[in-house]
């Protein structure tokens, strides 16, 4: 049973790591960024409150990561195991995280890896990504580009540059993750479930690496 957590700096490759995981492992991914989005694009009131976080480059209030954690946790696709991507992020969601699944899921966090990469390297990958806005597939316009152009290799969809992916948001998100987020290594650091990688490595490299810690 794998129940990962993905640390990291926006940009560290979380999501491109993620992807090759659930392909082999046949596990699911739930991304907290994924999800927020789509309540954006659908305009739902967790939308509307959480967009202006998301813009601004702040973290989006607890209560409501939280809560809209509760609620996907309800889903049975959890049961065969999970990566989570972008959460938990302070420490009152990991704290919320393992109450979470000790009482609804009656399991626990099995693997917490952390990819470490340069500040410089992460402001040049948030700039250059672009995602497909139908199925989340993610690119990089230099280091990871479309076959086609602007278009997403899966569907073909238009390929989209994040709102929030513009330098000055981009320091501003690195910002919040060097103050709170990457405390919780030291909160995951005595657990002996703690991992750390370079994510400075061609992906194929770190997902080799990866593997080797998920067996
Ligand atoms: P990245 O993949 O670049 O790290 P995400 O897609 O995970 O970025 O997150 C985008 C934005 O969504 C964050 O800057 C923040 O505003 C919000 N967000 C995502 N996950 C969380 C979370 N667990 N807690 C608070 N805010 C979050
Ligand atoms: P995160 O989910 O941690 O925010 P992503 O997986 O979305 O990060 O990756 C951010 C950007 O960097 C994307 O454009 C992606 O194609 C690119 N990228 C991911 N991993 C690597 C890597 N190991 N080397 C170079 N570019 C990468």
Not at 11 to 38: C, F, H, N, P
Not at 161 to 178: A, C, N, P, S
Request: one cysteine or more.
């Amino acid at each position: 049973m794998i129940n990962l957590i993905f640390l990291g700096p926006p940009g560290a490759g979380k999501g491109t790591q993620s992807a090759r995981i659930i392909d082999e492992y046949k596990i699911v991914q739930i991304s907290t960024g994924d999800l927020l989005r789509a309540a954006v694009k659908a305009g739902t009131p967790l939308g509307k409150e959480a967009k202006v976080y998301m813009d601004g480059g702040q973290l989006v209030p607890d209560s409501l990561i939280i809560n809209m954690m509760k609620e996907r946790f309800e889903s049975d696709d959890c049961q065969n195991g999970f990566i989570l991507d972008g959460f938990p992020r302070t420490t009152a969601q990991a704290v919320a995280l393992d109450e979470m699944l000790q009482n609804e899921l009656k399991t626990s966090v099995t693997h917490i890896i952390s990819l470490e990469v340069d500040d410089e390297v992460v402001v040049k990958r948030n700039t250059g990504r672009r995602v497909c806005p139908s199925c989340g597939a993610t690119y990089h316009i230099k280091f990871n580009p479309p076959k086609d152009g602007g278009k997403c290799d899966k569907d073909g969809e238009t390929l989209v540059h994040r709102d929030d992916d513009q330098e000055e948001t981009i320091r501003k998100r690195l910002g919040v993750y060097h103050d709170t987020t990457s405390l919780l290594k030291d909160y995951y650091s005595k657990s002996g479930k703690f991992f750390e990688l370079s994510g400075d490595d061609h992906p194929d490299k770190v997902y080799s690496k990866i593997k080797e810690i998920l067996g």
